[in-house]
């Protein structure tokens, strides 16, 4: 089992930047593939980032391409999403997940989010 939970969300004007945390519990974290996804008001959630156990590979939305970062510190069991050139259309809550599967559809541990707030 895997307990993931986020932090560092808040509120930040279009053009600044967050970072956001993943902590997870559990002996095998490096064994899981972690992503990030989000889900904005009267929306579906979405994909945004995700890692593989190693770190080498990397998948990004094309709406965060090149202004989103993820990877991940085994040793601490953390992983992060640094969030670069927000722009209004990020506002989102913010989830992190783990499966051993990197391209599972639907992954099977989930933390509870948190609130990101892009102001214009």
């Known amino acids: 089992q895997v307990q993931l939970v986020e932090s560092g969300g808040g509120l930040v004007q279009a053009g600044g930047s967050l970072r956001l945390s993943c902590a997870a519990s559990?002996?095998?974290?490096?064994?899981?593939?972690v992503g990030w996804f989000r889900q904005a008001p009267g929306k579906e959630r979405e994909f945004v980032a995700k890692?593989?156990?190693?770190?080498?590979?990397?998948d990004y939305a094309d709406s965060v391409k090149g202004r989103f970062t993820i990877s991940r510190d085994n040793t601490e069991k953390i992983v992060y999403l640094q969030m670069n050139s927000l722009r209004t259309e990020d506002t989102a809550v913010y989830y992190c997940?783990?499966?051993?599967?990197?391209?599972?559809?639907?992954?099977?541990?989930w933390g509870q989010g948190t609130q990101v707030t892009v102001s214009s």
């Open positions: 559990g002996r095998t974290f490096s064994g899981y593939a």
């Open positions: 997940a783990a499966d051993r599967l990197l391209n599972k559809e639907v992954y099977d541990y």
């Open positions: 890692i593989n156990w190693s770190g080498g590979r990397r």
